[in-house]
């Protein structure tokens, strides 16, 4: 196999591949290629090697010994050659292999192992020749190819000062969306009226990514980073010495629920690491990374106890970090453990490094738990820290840094080898080679510059959701509020209020919920109060009444589901399913044979009942199978004397058993009619039907099991007590009300009673339950519309600051042409993809979308005749 860097020459049999170096060729540099130069000085050994995008050369090579020549390294720039070193180079790769091995390195994560190899391949397939090695060189020279090239893209490459003068934060993408005061908002935005100053809110993410580990392979004095803090990283030589000093402090756990953000900070895998990951704030709308918002942790998201409160080190130091470049009258901040972290934040900041201080005293700060993990939390933290429930924040869902680990996460196995400079720096390189900090911070330009380019796109999909949901839940709203009094609307309007000023919860039942653990609960503290008073109705010290009947009625409850999945074997099942079915057969059968024994106990009628059931079945039949054994509970001894007490412990616990099974009656409901909803909506093909297809059918199963638990729980309460109280289920009763009613809005057609008794309460009317569900219902479609009303407000607003957008001039205008052709090519940049974007939201009449004059020609484009401009943007 022969490589496109050489030639073919006919040796009378065949063609075979020969090198131009061999064919006598010499690349001349200094002149151009008509001019002769009469003093070449040829290179060390006259071997030069260059790595270019078709594979690995060995050239030869004479530099340009005049007395006007420029010294080596510079001649090979003029040709576009990077030299792996600025003193006697021997090696150099071409800048279209580094500018493709760069967007490789973004889009598919290739290392420069991998890729160097390739090229080396490529070269020569058969290994017969052999390849120069020169990888370390590559590595060197992709390191610094990079690092300069993110330099020139923060505009520091006509710098007076120079690379040195590179302020924090200075090489950072900034996200064009979010509120930058004196480059996107409005004059006076600060005074802005209360109605409208959350349009200009800032909206941040906390996360951290476990998968990005870094082993204690190097040091900072062995391998140190270049950028000290100018990038998405922040300043690592005072993170490290703060969090050094608060080391060793002992941690206090979380009063939620157990986080192992939180709890396990201090016993996660940390053995041989030097950073357990990376913790990030993000702008939680837009999904860039902040400026100075990237930070290692130790020990997960470590915190620690302190004299005055407790102190989220890692966290707390990546979110002051990153907000002290902005200034905001309202912050919404989103983390996992937001309800835990939030505690005495501001308390902690005074405790912290001056420079880290904020102005807090005339901003509203909300907290928020991400949309996806809210779930885990205790029912207060769902109400009180819920994007759905709290007005001025949209359909922002607090998720950004999740989207964007994935392509991170890709980088993870090159980056963990890395010494902490390199890792810091530049791409997925393997080694600890390199002197450059932040590895990262390269891919995390790359990502906010994607974002960049891409909020065209984004913001006009989001805005046309928007608008069409907006109608949507409007229109669902105006139609609940049709079948409700106006006196309630009102009354429930300034409830609302009420509780989005204080966080008083509306959208809970106000009827107190009835479970069956709880009654259980409930039974086993009236024992125990009786044995106090030294009443004593047990006859066994292990096994209660209570007990003896919660333990029948479970028991029944695994006969259904035994039954259930014999009904549903397939006609030949596999050995795996029969070996399943036997076991599950076996252990109700000796779970059946323990309690009976106590069950003789209490009720001794039921030795004869057995007896009597034996002698009338045949022979074959002897054998009852587990599922079939009658279980003689009091309900089904309607004929016969039995205990008052074991009666009324069975009508408690019947009583509960049904209230859950419409409980999880209704959730199923839900469920099933999300899901067909979804699948409807979202998704196309055979194969993937059936898999929404058998997931509905597993709800439909779940949803029997519970109509079947309420009927047999309703059979037992007729036969316990004459005074029914509760109704019949039949087949029509099931049917769904609330958020996924298909086909109808919420609360046009009849309520099902099954919505209406659910909680247990007797001490409401009717009337009563009927008003607190629609209330219930009527919260969640106000919240709903209220949220879409806000997400169109906030987009036509991120709009606007991205096209009032303002050029500045520079302080001192100087007549370098190189500023002045960079100032110009990245303002045409910035009006190409502003004329872009406008073509994409004309459907949007309310946007007024305007340019400074100053810098705009007659084609709208920037004009010849302005000042020069810096901006700090991707190119």
């Known amino acids: 196999m022969h490589s496109a860097n050489t030639a073919q020459e006919w040796n009378g049999s065949f063609f075979q591949c020969i090198k131009l170096k061999t064919l006598g060729l010499y690349i001349q540099l200094g002149h151009t290629p008509s001019d002769r130069c009469f003093n070449p000085c040829p290179s060390k050994a006259n071997n030069f090697v260059v790595i270019d995008i078709n594979g690995i050369h060995e050239v030869a090579l004479d530099f340009c010994g005049c007395n006007t020549a420029q010294v080596h390294y510079k001649q090979l720039l003029q040709v576009q050659w990077y030299p792996a070193t600025m003193t006697d180079p021997q090696t150099a790769a071409t800048f279209n292999v580094l500018e493709h091995f760069h967007l490789l390195s973004y889009e598919s994560k290739i290392s420069a192992y991998e890729f160097f190899h390739g090229l080396a391949r490529h070269t020569d397939n058969t290994r017969l020749s052999p390849i120069r090695d020169r990888y370390s060189a590559f590595m060197w020279m992709v390191h610094e190819w990079w690092n300069l090239r993110q330099l020139r893209c923060g505009g520091r490459g006509h710098d007076p000062g120079g690379i040195a003068e590179t302020k924090a934060s200075e090489l950072v993408v900034l996200c064009p969306a979010c509120p930058h005061p004196g480059k996107n908002l409005p004059s006076n935005w600060e005074h802005s009226p209360p109605g409208t100053r959350w349009l200009y809110a800032l909206f941040i993410t906390i996360d951290a990514n476990f998968h990005l580990k870094w082993k204690a392979v190097s040091s900072d004095q062995m391998d140190p980073g270049l950028n000290a803090g100018w990038a998405y990283f922040m300043e690592e030589r005072t993170y490290k010495s703060y969090l050094s000093e608060q080391a060793g402090e002992r941690q206090e756990c979380s009063t939620c629920v157990s986080h192992n953000a939180v709890n ?89 490094l001056t420079h880290l201080h904020i102005p807090h005293d ?43 680990w994935a392509n991170a996460n890709r980088i993870a196995s090159s980056t963990k080898e890395m010494g902490p ?12 080679f390199g002197n450059f900090r932040h590895t990262l911070d390269d891919h995390f ?35 609940l509020e049709a079948t409700v009094q106006p006196a309630l609307l009102e009354e429930w309007e300034l409830e609302v209020q009420t509780w989005e000023e204080d966080n008083t919860c509306q959208i809970e039942s106000k009827v107190a919920p009835i479970t069956q653990a709880a009654v259980r609960l409930q039974l086993t503290e009236s024992e125990a109060q009786d044995l106090q008073a030294g009443i004593n109705h047990s006859l066994d010290i292990d096994v ?22 014999i009904a549903n074997l ?42 009597l059931a034996d002698m009338s079945v045949s022979a074959p039949q002897a054998a009852l199978r587990p599922q079939d054994f009658p279980l003689y509970l009091p309900s089904a001894l309607n004929y016969l004397n039995c205990d008052r007490h074991l009666m009324e412990y069975e009508w408690e616990l019947q009583w509960a058993q049904a209230h859950d099974a419409l409980n999880k009656l209704c959730s199923h409901l839900h469920l099933r009619s999300h899901m067909y909803k979804f699948k409807d909506k979202h998704l196309r093909g055979q194969a993937a039907s059936t898999r929404a297809q058998n997931l509905i059918a597993s709800v439909k199963v779940k949803k029997d099991a519970a109509v079947d638990k309420y009927k ?56 009563e339950r009927v008003q607190d569900c629609v209330r219930i219902e009527w919260c969640k479609a106000r919240a709903r519309a209220a949220r879409w009303f806000e997400e169109v407000e906030l987009l036509a607003e991120e709009m606007r600051q991205q096209e009032h957008a303002v050029l500045c001039p520079l302080e001192k205008i100087t007549q370098q042409e190189g500023l002045r052709a960079y100032a110009y090519h990245q303002a045409t940049l910035r009006f190409a993809m502003r004329n872009s974007f406008q073509a994409r939201w004309n459907f949007i009449p309310q946007l007024n979308l305007v340019v400074s004059e100053s810098v705009v020609d007659d084609d709208g484009g920037p004009s010849i005749d302005a000042p020069p401009v810096v901006i700090e943007f991707e190119e």
């Not at 357990?276 to 997960?300: M, S, W, Y």
Request: charge should be positive.
């Open 544 to 565: 209660s009444p209570s007990v003896l009947i919660s333990g029948g009625i479970e028991l029944e409850d695994m006969q259904q589901r035994l039954k259930h999945n």
């Open 445 to 479: 330009g790359d990502w906010n510059w994607k974002k960049t380019t891409t909020l065209g796109r984004t913001l006009k999909r989001k805005m046309e959701e928007a608008t069409k949901w907006e109608r949507e839940h409007c229109a669902a709203l105006c139609n």
């Open 264 to 352: 396990m900070a201090d016993t996660k895998s940390s053995r041989g690491l030097a950073a357990t990951g990376i913790g990030t704030v993000d702008c939680a709308r837009h999904e860039f990374k902040l400026p100075n918002g990237v930070g290692d942790l130790q020990k997960g998201e470590r915190y620690v106890f302190c004299i005055f409160s407790i102190q989220y080190l890692n966290m707390d130091y990546l979110v002051f970090s990153a907000l002290v470049g902005f200034t905001v009258t309202m912050l919404n901040i989103s983390y996992n453990i937001a309800c835990q972290w939030s505690k005495k934040l501001w308390n902690r900041m005074d405790h912290m």
């Open 712 to 767: 047999c729980a309703h059979q037992a309460l007729e036969s316990l007590s004459s005074q029914e109280r509760l109704r019949p289920l039949r087949h029509e009763d099931a049917q769904p009300m609330g958020d996924f009613a298909a086909g109808h809005s919420q609360n046009t057609g009849t309520i099902s009673w099954i919505w209406l008794v659910s909680d247990g309460d007797t001490s409401h009317s009717e009337k």
């Open 362 to 404: 005339n901003m509203l700060v909300q907290y928020f738990v991400p949309k996806f993990h809210i779930a885990a939390h205790i029912a207060a933290c769902q109400v009180n820290f819920s994007w759905n429930l709290t007005k001025w924040v949209g359909r922002t869902d607090g998720e950004a840094p999740e989207r964007g």
């Open 421 to 432: 400079g390199t890792r810091h720096d530049m791409g997925p390189l393997q080694g600890t």
């Open 570 to 611: 397939s006609l030949h099942p596999t050995d795996k399913q029969r070996e399943a079915i036997i076991h599950r057969t076996s252990a109700l059968q000796r779970r059946i044979n323990a309690w009976t024994c106590y069950q003789q106990l209490y009720m001794p009628v039921v030795s004869m009942l057995h007896s």
